[in-house]
């Protein structure tokens, strides 16, 4: 049987601590960077299907250095943000819908690094959501550990601040959850086309829609 196409999402999460549990997650942001079928990577337009959600806090406690990154207004998400299980199960839904039409693809989260956002996502999901995580325990791919192997470089040297111009987005990074996953689905798109030199992309890669 031909394996299933993975689907790459793109994640990005903005939370008001270093860990789920005693701190929140306060907005997350998901955006289909494209598929690979094992040959070719086909990208996609990482604005036409998003998903976003500012979350009500489920602790009471917070770190005021991490709050401030994000800029969202903790107090008012304790009146309006969404329930999490509402919102988790929203996502897997949406989730479920995407990849239902990309012919019934795996879907993959991908996150730059991976650690943070796969953390966060992972725990809520298994939370929140009745059906648990709609990437399993494993369907996921770190975009820092890829840039480290493609450029031949460790990990401590594998910082976005170090990615050489081909791989860049040309959008902002703004700390809200939807626009960065937006900039880090282009960059996943990039990466995965990327032949590990500064100026060149694989010419074989299909980037079209």
Known sequence: MPSRPDLYFSADVEADGPIPG???????GLAVAGTFDGTTFRAADPTERTFYAELRP??????PESLAVSGLDRDRLVREGRDPAQAMNAAARWIGEVTALAGDATPVLVAFPLSYDWMWMYWYFTSFAAEGS????????DL?????????????MASKSRLPKALRSGRRHTHHALDDAVEQAE??????TWDGTDGRVDQHADCGP
Do not use: E, N, Q
């Open 58 to 63: 489920i602790s009471d406690d917070f770190v």
């Open 134 to 141: 709609p990437f399993g325990h494993s369907w996921c791919i």
């Open 187 to 192: 960059l996943a798109a990039k990466l995965f």
């Open 22 to 28: 005693p701190y929140s997650m306060l907005s997350f």
């Open 144 to 156: 820092k550990t890829t840039y480290a192997i493609k450029a031949g470089v460790g990990v401590r």
